[in-house]
């Protein structure tokens, strides 16, 4: 098991992250965190990530797999109900 401290919520629903957790995340005062509520009902505190960050997360990710760009623009304006164009070269 990992790391486990107890914090006490504040009438305004704040919560002070212990020290050894931040300190385990690299938190420092100013870093955003999102909270991820999961299907089971625990939550996780992660760093949040900038948003260019997670779209080159998503390039490498897809960087492996054979792609069809003008394919997934047809069926993504298929499934929107946008027009369909023809594509051009």
Avoid: C, Y
């Avoid at 957790?21 to 760093?47: H, K, M, Q, W, Y």
């Amino acid at each position: 098991m990992g790391i486990t401290e107890d914090a006490t919520i504040t009438s305004k629903g704040q919560v002070t992250i212990p020290k050894e957790i931040r300190d385990a995340l690299g938190l420092d005062a100013g870093t955003e965190v999102e909270f991820v509520l999961e299907n089971d009902g625990s939550v996780r505190v992660r760093p949040k990530e900038p948003p260019v960050d997670r779209l080159r997360g998503i390039r490498d990710q897809l960087a492996g797999h054979d792609v069809d760009l003008a394919a997934m623009r047809r069926e993504s304006k298929r499934a929107w109900g946008g027009k369909e164009r023809e594509e051009e070269p």
